[in-house]
Structure formats: structure tokens, C-alpha cells
């Protein structure tokens, strides 16, 4: 419980000031206690950074979790709107996962993290693209392959944008633009 209580108080600290803000001071200030307490539960800051990336990138995906657990035939836009920021906890975690992209250009362990949370992601895409195929709900000839890359890297363009543009990309508007690109892509019944 303590370490998930200090992995999300480094996801508020990182959403507010990027990877640069997330000092073990800051990440203390924001749990009220000392700096001393944090090697309890963490062997060193990287330790720390890396259990915060993991816990937005759950966290972020957990609504589509379900979406998916809950029916055989829920849709695949319900699940990856469900991905999406498009609530003020989801663009918090969201916020969390872009600052960790853009440390990882430069870090290569934070790359590899980042590349382990996005294959997983993109193992479940294909998984349930698979799934649909198989039931006829995607025509034969579509390479699921493609797919899930496609789908993978156009939802974290909207979850990017969502969050930097929250006006200019709400919820509503997220969801019409799945729907249109799903439609493209995968056929109406997808």
C-alpha cells in the first residue's frame, strides 16, 4: 500500500512539472514526510520513476480493461475510448506517460520501460482484433498486424493532443474520431 501511495504521489508531481519537477524532495513534499522515508520503499529514484510510469500506464488503461472483461462483444471503440484522457484522472495519467516519452529520448532505460508498457498494450489490441476477425466482425484480408500498430499509435496521438488541447479535443470529439478512423480501417462492425 505505502509503495503505490508514493508512486502516486510521483504521478501528481511528474503530471504538474514533467520528469524535471519529479525530485525525490518534491515527491516527499507531496506525501508530507520525509526524504529519508522513500528508500523504505524504493531501492533509488529510478526505482521510484519507473513503479510511477507502470502505475499511469495501468491506470490509464483500466477503464479499457474492463471494457473488454465485461463482454465478448463490447465494442472497440468503447475500448479504446476507455484509454483515452478523456476524464481529469485519465489526463492526469496520460500527462505522466507523455513526460516519460520525452525523458526517454534521451534515457535509454526509460525507453525500454516505455517500449515494455506499449507492447503489452499493443499485444492486447492484436489479441482483440484476432478475436473479432475470427467472429467475421473484421473482413478476412485486414492485416491485424497493421492494425494494432495503426491503432496503437493513432490513439496516443489523440491521448497527446487530448491533453494538450483539451478544448479543441473533448471527449465527444475523441469518440467521432475513433468511430470515422475504426470505420477506415477495420470495417462499420468493428
Keep these: 500500500l505505502q509503495r ?5 504521489a510521483a504521478c501528481d508531481v511528474i503530471a504538474r512539472g514533467g520528469m524535471e519537477g519529479a525530485s525525490v ?8 514526510c520525509t526524504i529519508g ?3 523504505r520503499y524504493f531501492k533509488n529514484k529510478e526505482d521510484l520513476l519507473l513503479t510511477a510510469l507502470r502505475t499511469a500506464a495501468e491506470r ?3 477503464g479499457a480493461g474492463r471494457t473488454l472483461e465485461r463482454s465478448e462483444n463490447a465494442s472497440m471503440l468503447g475500448y479504446l475510448l476507455a484509454a483515452l484522457p478523456t476524464t481529469p ?3 492526469l495519467y496520460w500527462r505522466v506517460l507523455i513526460a516519460y516519452l520525452g525523458a526517454a529520448i534521451g534515457n535509454p532505460k526509460l525507453a525500454q520501460a516505455y517500449r515494455e508498457i506499449d507492447e503489452g498494450y499493443r499485444g492486447w489490441l492484436l489479441a482483440d482484433l484476432r478475436q473479432r476477425q475470427a467472429s467475421g466482425k473484421i473482413a478476412p484480408g485486414v492485416d491485424l498486424e497493421q492494425a494494432a500498430d495503426a491503432l496503437d499509435v493513432f490513439t496516443d496521438g489523440l491521448g497527446l493532443h487530448a ?5 479543441r479535443y473533448p471527449p465527444e470529439r475523441l469518440e467521432a474520431m ?3 478512423y475504426l470505420e477506415k480501417v477495420l470495417g462499420a462492425q468493428a
Excluded: F
Design 4 to 8: 503505490k501511495l508514493v508512486a502516486q
Design 25 to 32: 524532495r518534491a515527491i516527499a513534499r507531496e506525501l508530507d
Design 37 to 39: 522515508m522513500l528508500p
Design 60 to 62: 490509464s488503461l483500466r
Design 89 to 91: 484522472e485519465k489526463s
Design 163 to 167: 491533453v494538450l488541447e483539451p478544448e
Design 178 to 180: 475513433l468511430a470515422d
